[in-house]
């Protein structure tokens, strides 16, 4: 097994490894090392069915059911399917929004989700590419003035965020879920390294603050951690598996399909700790 670092900030390959096939002790660990070093792991030319995907899922820990039942696969709970189609299969502009935004999945949760895995069904031709940011390096490299005024603070997380027009859009059941909270610092349970952990698309406050001062720390917060020297970008081939730790990342999908081809993905998530 080779472990290729793809980008700085984060992202690697792993080659050498035939997910159809169980993975021995040694090849386990040295994935789950990989996957905590760098953030988000590809490995490429996987073909795999719905229970490769669960058995993948497998080897970082125990998978979860996502909260919204609208997108779950039709045989495998632990699955949902992100596509960019209505019910009818064609290329829909609510649902080609899915996944736009820099966010961290399940993070409205009380244990928000340790990883997300996603498989490609069908991808486009052009685009569809996704990104990612490596929140570990935008806290490490925060200016000192910024860190001060986030130290202790405690952000408010719902599902969908806190854009009326978007809850409006939900699935009636996903609506105006409660309130969650989380540091605004967090501290990875296993690498014991802090992270920002609020995101533009399921934070909606912090714990104590007037809700325009919330909403102008939160925006300063935002402006430094989408800096493109955090990123990193996935363009997508059919075989493609990614994992990515939900805990120290962000992720979004570009939006950018140019001649609206069909998206496609099996996704699974990985059950994270309460600590
Ligand atoms: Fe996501």
């Not at 073909?47 to 899922?57: H, Q, R």
């Not at 609510?94 to 244990?111: A, I, K, Q, T």
């Not at 490299?141 to 952000?155: D, H, Q």
């Not at 917060?221 to 997508?236: L, N, P, T």
Request: proline residues 6%; contains cysteine; negative net charge.
């Amino acid at each position: 097994m080779d472990i290729i670092k793809l980008g700085d900030p984060l992202l690697a390959e792993v080659r050498g490894v035939d997910l159809t096939k169980p993975l021995d002790d040694d090849a386990r660990a040295a994935v789950n090392e990989a996957f905590l070093e760098h953030c988000v792991l590809v490995f490429r030319d996987q073909e795999l069915s719905p229970a490769d995907v669960i058995a993948f899922e497998r080897i970082f820990g125990e998978p979860q059911i996502h909260v919204t039942k609208k997108y779950r696969h039709p045989k495998f709970d632990e699955l949902i399917v992100m596509t960019n189609m209505n019910k009818d299969g064609e290329v829909d502009a609510f649902e080609s929004r899915r996944g736009l935004g820099w966010h961290s999945d399940m993070c409205y949760l009380d244990v928000p989700a340790k990883a997300t895995v996603l498989h490609p069904l069908e991808i486009p031709e052009q685009g569809g590419d996704t990104l990612f940011a490596n929140m570990y390096l935008a806290l490490a490299e925060m200016p000192g003035e910024l860190r001060k005024k986030i130290e202790g603070k405690r952000g408010t997380f719902r599902f969908g965020g806190r854009s009326k027009d978007v809850q409006n859009r939900l699935d009636p059941a996903d609506r105006d879920k409660p309130l969650i909270e989380h540091p605004v610092i967090r501290v990875h349970p296993e690498t014991g390294r802090e992270s920002i952990f609020v995101n533009p698309i399921h934070t909606v406050g912090i714990v104590g603050m007037p809700d325009d001062e919330a909403v102008d720390l939160l925006d300063e917060i935002y402006a430094w951690c989408g800096q493109e020297q955090f990123q990193a970008r996935h363009q997508w081939r059919m075989g493609d598996t990614l994992i990515w730790d939900n805990r120290c990342t962000w992720h979004s999908a570009t939006g950018d399909n140019p001649l609206r081809q069909r998206r496609r993905f099996l996704r699974g998530n990985i059950s994270g700790i309460l600590h």
